[in-house]
């Protein structure tokens, strides 16, 4: 038998552990563990942010919006989309931040023709395909950037703005919160340049392996807990207000600002 796995991969700074684990508690709680045997009581840590695939283990997990359109088209069900209260959010939804240096002198998106800009993953959602929809949009195309250099994570993009290595990111405006409340110190030498269209957050996902009746616990398990007063702080802790059902459909919209962005001369991040 499969061994399932949990994890929470998209917001694991270390500094978030504790907050990840007991979200987890709390919706293992909620669930009704004879419809899913072999649960998993803790979470996996070491999954990566950007896996190869959605694997037949994968019990539950969290993963971009734009591989799922790609990359893991047919590997996963959708469970639900959180709502964070973070600047940038709306329901349901995110957007990325475009990131500089505090003391930088680029001032607007013109000014950062020819610059050094952070990609963590060309994967990624908020990373390449938000500011790419973005610069498309103000009648800029490629190429555009001096160099793009794919840092692996948001993390290292961060810290190679601060640093100075590089002069620009886009940064999900989950994991410029997250930073703002864990490490203040990173970001207080950043500011916020500029921001992209909006487009759904980040889902709860289980593999395509998982049965239907388990989909339907975990579910089911995952809305009862965004509304369960006495679990508010599992929930409130990783700045969640509610989570929603939403159809696949709503995705479609990372592949209409791929398409519109090559439309309009900007096809890849450049």
Same mark, same amino acid.
């Given at each position: 038998?499969?061994? #399932?796995?949990?994890?929470?991969? =998209?917001?694991?700074?270390?500094?978030?552990?504790?907050?990840?684990?007991?979200?987890?508690?709390?919706?293992?709680?909620? $669930?009704?563990?004879?419809?899913?045997?072999? @649960?998993?009581?803790?979470?996996?840590?070491?999954? #990566?942010?950007?896996?190869?695939?959605?694997?037949? *283990? &994968?019990?539950?997990?969290?993963?971009?919006?734009?591989?799922?359109?790609?990359?893991?088209?047919?590997?996963? +069900?959708? @469970?639900?989309?959180?709502?964070?209260?973070?600047?940038?959010?709306?329901? /349901?939804?995110?957007?990325?931040?475009?990131?500089?240096?505090?003391?930088?002198?680029?001032?607007?998106? *013109?000014?950062? !023709?020819?610059?050094?800009?952070?990609?963590?993953?060309?994967?990624?959602?908020?990373?390449?395909?938000?500011?790419?929809? =973005?610069?498309? !949009?103000?009648?800029? %195309?490629?190429?555009?950037?001096?160099?793009? %250099?794919?840092?692996?994570?948001? %993390? *290292?993009?961060?810290?190679?703005?601060?640093?100075?290595? @590089?002069?620009?990111?886009?940064?999900?405006?989950?994991?410029?919160?997250?930073?703002?409340?864990?490490?203040?110190?990173?970001?207080? /030498?950043?500011?916020?340049?500029?921001? +992209?269209?909006?487009?759904?957050? $980040?889902?709860?996902?289980?593999?395509?392996? %998982?049965?239907?009746?388990? &989909?339907?616990?975990?579910?089911?398990?995952? #809305?009862?807990?965004?509304?369960?007063?006495?679990?508010?702080?599992?929930?409130?802790?990783?700045?969640? *207000?509610? $989570?929603?059902?939403?159809?696949?459909?709503?995705?479609?919209?990372? =592949?209409?600002?791929?398409?519109?962005? /090559?439309?309009?001369?900007?096809?890849?991040?450049?």
């Amino acid at each position: 038998m499969t061994e #399932l796995t949990a994890s929470l991969p =998209m917001y694991n700074l270390p500094e978030l552990a504790n907050r990840n684990t007991a979200f987890w508690k709390a919706l293992s709680e909620e $669930i009704d563990v004879e419809r899913i045997p072999g @649960l998993p009581t803790e979470l996996s840590f070491s999954r #990566l942010a950007v896996p190869e695939a959605i694997g037949r *283990e &994968v019990l539950f997990s969290q993963t971009c919006g734009y591989p799922l359109q790609t990359v893991y088209r047919g590997q996963f +069900t959708l @469970l639900g989309v959180p709502t964070y209260d973070f600047p940038g959010c709306g329901a /349901a939804s995110h957007r990325a931040f475009i990131i500089v240096r505090k003391d930088s002198d680029l001032n607007s998106i *013109e000014d950062l !023709r020819g610059s050094r800009f952070a990609l963590n993953s060309r994967h990624s959602n908020s990373g390449m395909n938000l500011p790419r929809i =973005m610069l498309a !949009r103000r009648g800029i %195309t490629a190429p555009f950037f001096g160099s793009v %250099t794919e840092t692996g994570s948001h %993390t *290292e993009s961060i810290r190679r703005v601060a640093a100075g290595d @590089l002069d620009a990111a886009s940064i999900d405006c989950v994991t410029y919160g997250f930073f703002n409340d864990c490490r203040p110190d990173e970001v207080s /030498a950043l500011r916020v340049l500029d921001e +992209t269209p909006e487009s759904p957050a $980040i889902p709860f996902v289980t593999s395509v392996a %998982t049965a239907a009746g388990q &989909v339907d616990a975990l579910r089911s398990a995952l #809305l009862r807990l965004a509304n369960d007063r006495s679990r508010k702080s599992a929930v409130r802790g990783l700045h969640i *207000e509610t $989570i929603t059902a939403v159809e696949i459909s709503a995705y479609q919209l990372v =592949m209409d600002y791929e398409r519109e962005a /090559a439309d309009r001369g900007y096809p890849e991040l450049a």
